[in-house]
């Protein structure tokens, strides 16, 4: 009887620690956000005008990653074919809100361009992120302090110097700021309620496995939750004016690098 008690306490003890390593070895080595900016106007269909990809990795020998997804780039979208990855968002049933497109597809096409999981969405409309800046008291970057309206401004004008290159160079930058504003908790408990009640906007993350992620990250990284330097990209190609079969004529694509591609998954998102 010793013998067995003394095994009960050993298990009881060891318990906490074993759970631990369960929920560490479960998670997954990165946890994907699909970030998607909605261009919708009036009663027109929903495309995205942002799309982003945040990855935190369990490791931290591993880069924290923020990568642009050009909305131009020509890709396979399953049940529509080659086309632009922007049109993901359009294609298929309209959700309660035209505002809003079709998350589904457009997360589908991103794992299979990626070869990666995405684990959690976020959307929103030009309108709502011009609020959500204004929530937090504007955002800062290497040019200085921008309101929503200005940052909205900013993170929309491709008719410029740099033109969509500068463009979604500023989006990261912008992201990278309001992430560091959310770090304070009422400021992402406000974000987060803004995301769950407008009908501008969108937010669809499990909790759970992201509780799991959180405690199998702070298990890998000793204690410390610091996400460290964010490193920013964008998905490498060049522009070439192609004939689209589904629109009968010429339409500009971002065409993609493949082997670039493929070194920028692997230097940022394994």
Known sequence: MKIISK???????????????????????????????????????????????????????KPTSLITIPRDSRVDIPGYGLDKITHAYVYGDLTESSE???????????????????????????????????????????????????ALAMVRDRYRAGGDFARTADQRDVFKSVLTKVKNKDTAVEVYSHLKESSKAEIN??????????????????GRLS???????????????????????KLYFWVIDEEGKEKLIAETLQ
């Not at 996400?227 to 004529?249: M, N, R, V």
């Open 7 to 61: 095994i009960v306490i050993l298990v009881v003890c060891l318990a906490p620690f074993l759970l631990l390593g369960l929920v560490y070895l479960l998670a997954p080595n990165r946890y994907n956000i699909l970030i998607v900016g909605s261009d919708q106007r009036g009663e027109e269909r929903a495309r995205s005008d942002v799309l982003m990809v945040f990855s935190v990795p369990k490791s931290p020998t």
């Open 100 to 150: 809003i497109g079709n998350i589904d597809l457009t997360e589908q096409t991103v794992e299979n361009l990626l070869d990666i999981k995405i684990h959690g969405t976020v959307e929103f409309t030009f309108e709502s992120f011009q609020e959500i800046v204004d929530l937090i008291g504007g955002v800062w970057t290497e040019d200085g302090h921008y309101d929503g309206e200005k």
């Open 205 to 222: 993350i499990d909790t759970t496995r992201a509780g799991m992620f959180g405690v199998a990250t702070y298990i890998r990284r000793f």
């Open 227 to 249: 996400l460290g330097e964010i490193k920013t990209d964008f998905i490498p190609g060049q522009g070439e004016s192609l004939y689209s079969e589904k629109f009968g004529a």
